[in-house]
């Protein structure tokens, strides 16, 4: 239904700039919500985003489609755009969104808009920066409400009105001492419920889940997942609170890190491939397909070894297609199975020899089911019982050693600290490869005394 909308929206958008419908464009533009307008300029050529982008009224929806564009068009947008009226629009957004995107841009630019912003908001937005991207200290909001635990409901109710009214989020009360140490936390609700003399440190929450500055989004957003929490506090060194992480950011970090696990997976970096160019796009994927590449030249050595048995008994090719194909597909499904737990939080390194037992045992038994069955079809082919249960072996062999290894492999770099994503994908498949070829060629040779 929205991929439908979507769809209208810039079918009718295209017509109207073609036919320069100013008024129409303006109506429509400025009764459409940021985030479709950013999809929406994707489709559209920059002279065409800039002329929409100028359509809208709302500084706060500006901001919307400054966050939610991807890097390149953002970074194309705003160039020779007045970098007043830029500032202005990173003036109206949350710190943490501005800090995001900051840090997309080149770093003369990036310091002359913090130089043109007000001081007290230009002086959160290099705080922020001085974290790294995919850590909580660069993903989380510096606006929350965070008093003392010594006052009364009543007072902080005040406190929250005429001191808090702008945060954005407003989730969680977090109680700190006189140093500004995170000591406690307790929801609004519960603000609302008790006496109005009642101290906060009287009703407050003091076993408070929180997390460093340092510590990875992905671990971030597993945590907020695993308790149903809005918002998680993150704490320096110290535990001084400074900012937290909302569940909208862990909503987009879930989107990234899943976008980015698919794409290593596949082997063609970790951006999506519409923001790369041509030259970038082939550097990125050259390295992975060169591994398939010697992967191929290796099974063909390998192959070459059994020249002689395949001279006499030349239908043994006929099933080097369907094992390989048999073994690096188990494969890839064991690495994919495991990479998905691993970064879901429901695996752990520390459950490998169960985990690599049970798809040793799946890959055992499936490889008995298909191996009878393609040994069967061998046994109808060419009425040779030895082939028959070469292949049919061949077939168990393969596709249990591939299900070792495509969930052994990403354990085993998940332990020593590699993302375990650039296991699968060409690593797996071409790997699996050459053992099938081996494992076939070995087991037919030896059943038919080639």
């Excluded at 109680?175 to 003399?197: F, H, I, M, T, W």
């Excluded at 010697?294 to 099933?319: C, K, M, P, T, W």
Aim: hydrophobic fraction near 45%; charged fraction near 20%; glycine fraction near 6%.
């Amino acid at each position: 239904m929205q991929q439908d909308r979507q769809k209208i929206l810039t079918i009718s958008v295209k017509r109207l700039l073609r036919r320069g419908a100013s008024s129409r464009l303006h109506k429509i533009v400025n009764k459409t919500h940021g985030a479709d307008i950013s999809i929406l300029f994707r489709s559209l050529s920059l002279q065409d985003q800039r002329l929409l982008f100028d359509m809208i009224d709302d500084v706060e929806q500006k901001g919307i489609v400054f966050s939610e564009l991807d890097e390149d068009l953002f970074v194309e947008l705003i160039d020779g755009m007045d970098p007043d009226e830029v500032v202005a629009i990173l003036e109206d957004m949350p710190n943490d969104d501005v800090a995001d995107l900051l840090n997309q841009l080149p770093d003369e630019t990036a310091s002359t808009l913090l130089k043109r912003m007000k001081k007290e908001g230009s002086d959160e937005v290099e705080d922020l920066m001085r974290f790294e991207d995919d850590t909580a200290g660069g993903i989380m909001n510096p606006d929350f409400i965070a008093l003392n635990q010594e006052i009364t409901a009543k007072e902080a109710i005040e406190r929250i009105q005429k001191e808090f009214a702008d945060v954005e989020m407003p989730f969680y009360l977090y109680a700190v001492d006189e140093y500004g140490n995170l000591v406690g936390v307790c929801s609004l609700r519960q603000l609302v419920v008790v006496k109005p003399q009642t101290p906060l440190k009287s009703f407050m929450t003091t076993d408070v889940l929180s997390v460093q500055t340092h510590m990875d989004q992905e671990e971030v957003a597993k945590l907020v997942a695993r308790y149903d929490i809005l918002a998680v506090p993150v704490v320096d060194e110290s535990n001084r609170l400074v900012g937290i992480v909302t569940v909208d950011d862990v909503i987009d970090i879930f989107r990234e890190e899943a976008t980015e696990d698919i794409l290593k997976m596949a082997g063609v970096g970790e951006e999506y491939v519409e923001t790369q160019s041509i030259l970038k796009s082939t550097r990125i994927r050259l390295p992975w397909l060169f591994a398939s590449c010697l992967g191929g030249i290796f099974a063909f050595y390998v192959i070459g070894q059994f020249e002689d048995s395949l001279n006499r008994i030349a239908y043994l090719s006929a099933f080097i297609p369907v094992i390989m194909g048999m073994g690096g597909n188990i494969g890839t499904q064991s690495s994919t199975i495991v990479v998905r737990g691993l970064a879901t939080g429901r695996l752990n390194i520390r459950d490998i020899g169960s985990v690599v037992g049970k798809e040793l045992s799946v890959g055992l038994i499936l490889g008995l089911v298909y191996g009878l069955l393609i040994g069967s079809v061998a046994q109808l082919q060419y009425s040779t019982l030895m082939l028959a249960l070469a292949v049919c072996l061949a077939v168990v062999c393969s596709m249990s050693v591939a299900a070792l290894v495509g969930s052994c492999v990403p354990m085993l770099l998940a332990r020593i600290n590699i993302d375990p994503a650039v296991a699968t994908g060409p690593f797996v498949t071409t790997s699996v490869d050459i053992i099938s070829v081996y494992f076939y060629f070995t087991i037919a040779t030896e059943f038919l005394g080639v």
